[in-house]
């Protein structure tokens, strides 16, 4: 039972890895789920980091999806969820990725923009029908209420 409780055993080990290889090893060990990685330069502010603009890139196409799922969830549209996490893509495909991202983010903008305009002019033809409704009956009853 104690063995429920207790940690894994773990091996503390240092990689050298060269920059060409490093995102295809680093994704690999992150797919398997069983490294943990340490900052080995706590000290260095985050804007010197090396793969610091890479980072930024994916922060900002995970808030492009995570806007989408809300608008998806928002609309009751069902999504499958498979609860496992795809593989890494290949840095080249994250070019892609960010494009697809970027176009499906506007054009959810432009859509939202435009259903807000459909609403607004919804309401105001439905206020002026109103209003057309009100003098209707108010000259049917000065004209007609007259005779």
């Known amino acids: 039972m104690e063995g429920l409780l207790r940690s894994e055993e773990?091996?503390?080990c240092q990689m050298f890895l060269q920059s060409e290889a490093a995102y295809t090893c680093v994704s690999e060990l992150g797919e398997l789920g069983l490294v943990q990685f340490r900052d080995?330069?706590?000290d260095v502010n985050a804007?010197?980091?090396k793969f610091v603009n890479e980072i930024r890139?994916?922060?900002e196409m995970e808030r492009k999806l995570r806007f989408l799922e809300k608008e998806v969830k928002k609309d009751g549209i069902p999504m499958l969820d498979t609860g496992d996490n795809p593989d890494a893509p290949a840095p080249r495909?994250?070019?892609d990725l960010e494009s697809t991202y970027e176009k499906l983010e506007n054009e959810m903008k432009?859509?939202?923009a435009n259903a807000e305009a459909?609403?607004?002019n919804f309401l105001e033809l439905t206020e002026l029908k109103h209003i057309l409704r009100k003098t209707q009956t108010f000259f049917e009853e000065v004209l007609f209420g007259s005779r």
Do not use: G, S, Y
Request: hydrophobic share 40%; net charge positive; proline share 5%.
């Open 118 to 120: 459909l609403k607004k």
């Open 40 to 42: 080995l330069n706590p």
């Open 110 to 112: 432009e859509v939202n």
């Open 93 to 95: 495909e994250m070019v």
């Open 47 to 49: 804007f010197q980091r």
């Open 10 to 12: 773990m091996t503390l």
């Open 57 to 59: 890139r994916c922060e």
